[in-house]
């Protein structure tokens, strides 16, 4: 059973079923799929690969996954998708499904690989992950003219630590000027967006420097809209906690819808059959925008 936000205001019953993945040919100018070490050894989605930035020799990819017909004069949503794993660890492939429907909707998905933190180092903050996210949605939004995305809708999606490091992206400036390439809409999974220490995850590895990463503590009237999507057995994140969030952006006067899902803990999303509806929701939310047009679903 899920129980609705009232700030939701309809929930198709029907789930769109995923298409098999298409390799797409690798182009010279584009990195190959080799893995790289960071924390830890990764895997690596399927499809084109492009180097976003490099870091003392070593390449950083974002792994693109494309609609069949990107040709102009048509511009294109994008998403912009972060792995979770607490800043240690993860997969860039943790959202291929939700990239595969996305692409059958003529939705540019990108999935980003980015620098992990030590296991053994409790307190050091996410600050590399951040420095990579925003290099990242700067590469996207800067390269848009060559993949023919839509410049005006760009979002950011995560799951736990994925989803704190789109939060970032979309809420917390940099040295206290707007950052410039801010997503239009985020799309949430179990994040860990409050990192304060009334009920906030992470408090260990930020500190007293809580207010520099923890969105929760920098809800502005600027923010994008946002879909929050929670299970009610989650052990990171209670419940109030995001509840709290919801109630903080309404009264900046920004949009954020809260999906909460009975029974379900931390990580829920990647199960079926939620993995289905979290995708729809986010079908949803982004058509309720007027990103994707609206669908006709054969009962």
Not at 92 to 104: I, L
């Amino acid at each position: 059973m899920i129980k609705h936000s009232p700030f939701i205001t309809s929930w198709s019953c029907c789930i769109f079923a995923a298409a098999f993945f298409s390799l797409l040919t690798l182009q010279p100018a584009f990195a190959q799929n080799t893995k790289i070490k960071t924390a830890e050894t990764t895997e690596l989605p399927p499809g084109e690969a492009v180097v976003y930035k490099t870091v003392d020799g070593k390449n950083l990819n974002l792994y693109i996954t494309k609609p069949d017909d990107t040709s102009p004069p048509s511009l294109h949503p994008a998403i912009l998708y972060i792995h979770g794993g607490a800043w240690i660890g993860g997969s860039p492939d943790q959202f291929v499904s939700h990239a595969e429907h996305f692409r059958t909707r003529g939705v540019i998905s990108f999935h980003l690989q980015y620098r992990l933190l030590s296991k053994n180092e409790k307190n050091v903050p996410p600050e590399i992950c951040i420095e990579d996210a925003r290099d990242a949605i700067t590469w996207i939004f800067t390269h848009a003219d060559e993949y023919h995305i839509d410049t005006q809708k760009i979002a950011a999606g995560g799951g736990s630590a994925g989803g704190h490091l789109a939060a970032v992206l979309g809420m917390i400036d940099v040295n206290a000027q707007p950052f410039p390439y801010k997503p239009h809409a985020l799309l949430l999974f179990n994040p860990v967006y409050d990192n304060g220490p009334d009920g906030g995850w992470g408090t260990a590895r930020v500190g007293q420097r809580y207010p520099e990463f923890s969105p929760a503590h920098n809800i502005s009237s600027d923010d994008p809209p946002t879909l929050v999507q929670f299970g009610d057995h989650d052990k990171l994140v209670a419940i109030p906690v995001a509840q709290r969030f919801q109630e903080k952006m309404k009264d900046a006067g920004v949009r954020s819808d809260l999906i909460i899902y009975e029974d379900q803990g931390h990580g829920f999303f990647n199960k079926p059959p939620y993995d289905l509806q979290v995708i729809q929701a986010s079908d949803d939310f982004l058509t309720s925008l007027g990103w994707l047009p609206p669908v006709t679903i054969a009962p």
